[in-house]
């Protein structure tokens, strides 16, 4: 069974510009969640999408927004970059039930200039 | 104030040994509680998760506890491997889903 694939893996772009992550989770899974990770804050949670619906949100800015297609495949878009913004985005999967083990990707390492 | 905190931030131990690492929260109302295994570069790995029934949970060598008075969890690793080498972070679920991740305990095992 295929795991949670993430593209692209590395990403270098500039302040201002607008970036668009992809996450294919697990066959099956209805659930993905998308993360950010810096160094400094460690992991967070932007936001998760169930059956194409944001079913919950972290706290993070507008710019931040996502969608989910009816393959459950997800897309996390940032616009307007920062150099904050430099971190690694992990998404995870599950079947979308509570307590239940989530599957992370690899992640996408983006680097803000 | 929901909140994860894990301690300590870095260890060092020799192969073969055992070490525990602490996480105690304040997430409210609490759901569940789990941990995760991330090597470097690569995306977290479940180890365990535990309801709020439940004192303890094995993993071949990884054993979390849960004290849901006291709001504290610890991971217990026996007999180290390099291969555990890896930062292991706690999450803790509030009801509905709602994660909160302390920041990791960065574990070295040396040869």
């Known amino acids: 069974k295929a795991g949670v694939t993430q593209t692209p893996r590395y990403l270098i772009k500039t302040r201002g510009q607008q970036v668009t992550l992809s996450c294919s989770p697990i066959s099956g899974h209805r659930s993905v969640s998308w993360y950010q990770q810096t160094p400094g804050q460690g992991l967070q949670f932007l936001f998760e999408y169930f059956s194409e619906t944001q079913r919950n949100k972290g706290n993070f800015p507008g710019r931040f927004s996502g969608r989910q297609f009816s393959n459950s495949r997800s897309e996390m878009n940032v616009s307007t970059l920062e150099l904050g913004d430099s971190a690694l985005y992990l998404c995870?999967?599950?079947?979308?039930?509570?307590?239940?083990?989530?599957?992370f990707g690899p992640g996408t390492r983006l680097l803000v200039l | 104030k929901n909140q994860v905190e894990q301690s300590p931030q870095s260890l060092i131990i020799l192969e073969g040994k055992n070490c525990t690492l602490q996480?105690?929260?304040?997430?409210?109302?609490?759901?569940?509680l789990r941990w995760y295994k991330q090597d470097t570069g690569r995306g977290p790995v479940s180890l365990t998760i535990?309801?709020?029934?439940?004192n303890t949970k094995s993993n071949r060598r990884y054993t979390a506890t849960l004290d849901a008075d006291t709001k504290q969890s610890s991971l217990h690793i026996t007999a180290s491997q390099l291969s555990d080498s890896a930062s292991y972070i706690c999450v803790v679920s509030r009801t509905g889903n709602q994660f909160y991740f302390g920041t990791g305990t960065s574990l070295t095992v040396i040869p």
């Open positions: 995870a999967s599950s079947w979308g039930q509570e307590g239940e083990t989530q599957y």
């Open positions: 996480c105690n929260y304040t997430v409210s109302p609490f759901s569940n």
């Open positions: 535990m309801t709020f029934s439940e």
